[in-house]
């Protein structure tokens, strides 16, 4: 009979309790501006990564609940749309340290347009002003560089940042040289003389002395001698 002797191997497992990420903020509350005004704003998570930590070894994965960024499970993608109050959660990962996780809690808040301004068709030597108004705005800053409410200038194109609600909202303008009733032709019949104009837009005015001026394109009892025709259009004065 043979016997056989058992040996057992005894081993040592140290288990360390390692520290978790360092973290320069584990919240982070940030209002998002709607830039369009269609209620929603386009955002990527990962421009937000700098709040939390400054370090590029640390990975970071996005979550909807605060115990899928703990447990590293169910992550989304940091491309977002808010279009209301929203939290989200995130787990940082490195190779040397205990993950951690932190939390985004954005706001969509709403610029503001203006109602009152519009694009503007003016003579080609004619200023105007540009006005968005009042409206509750905290700053003004033009294209032109001015950041007055108002400014005064000809055609053009030009946009307007109106500081509303913590947010900008840029407005374009343009600023358009209307198209002068240009004369064609002058048919004299006698002592009468019919004028025919193109461009501009209808109804035009008529004169011979550029004071007193009417809405029939024929002229009657005409002197002998040179005369001067005039002609402008009720939308905009254009000599």
């Known amino acids: 009979m043979q016997f056989q002797e058992a040996v057992r191997l005894f081993g040592q497992i140290n288990f360390k309790i390692g520290n978790k990420i360092t973290l320069l903020t584990n919240t982070v509350n940030t209002d998002i501006c709607d830039n369009n005004l269609n ?36 992550t989304i993608s940091p491309n977002q749309t808010i279009t209301a109050p929203k939290a989200f959660y995130l787990r940082f ?11 985004i809690n954005l706001a969509l808040k709403s610029p503001k347009k203006s109602e009152q301004l519009r694009d503007l068709v003016v003579c080609s030597t004619e200023k105007v002003i540009l006005d968005p108004g009042t409206g509750g705005f905290t700053s003004y800053k033009w294209s032109t560089g001015a950041t007055t409410q108002t400014i005064l200038t000809g055609a053009g194109s030009y946009y307007v940042d109106l500081g509303f609600n913590g947010c900008v909202y840029r407005q374009y303008v343009n600023v358009t040289t209307a198209q002068a009733p240009i004369i064609t032709s002058i048919n004299v019949t006698g002592t009468t003389a019919n004028i025919n104009v193109t461009g501009g837009t209808p109804p035009y005015q008529y004169s011979l002395n550029g004071i007193d001026y009417q809405t029939s394109n024929t002229f009657t009892n005409l002197t002998r001698g040179v005369h001067t025709v005039h002609v402008w259009e009720e939308t905009a004065v254009c000599l």
């Open 39 to 74: 209620g929603s704003e386009n955002i990527i998570l990962n421009d937000y990564k700098n709040l939390f930590t400054s370090n590029p070894a640390i990975t970071v994965t996005y979550h909807a609940t605060l115990g899928d960024a703990q447990n590293g499970t169910n």
């Open 93 to 103: 990962v490195s190779g040397t340290e205990c993950p951690n996780t932190g939390m």
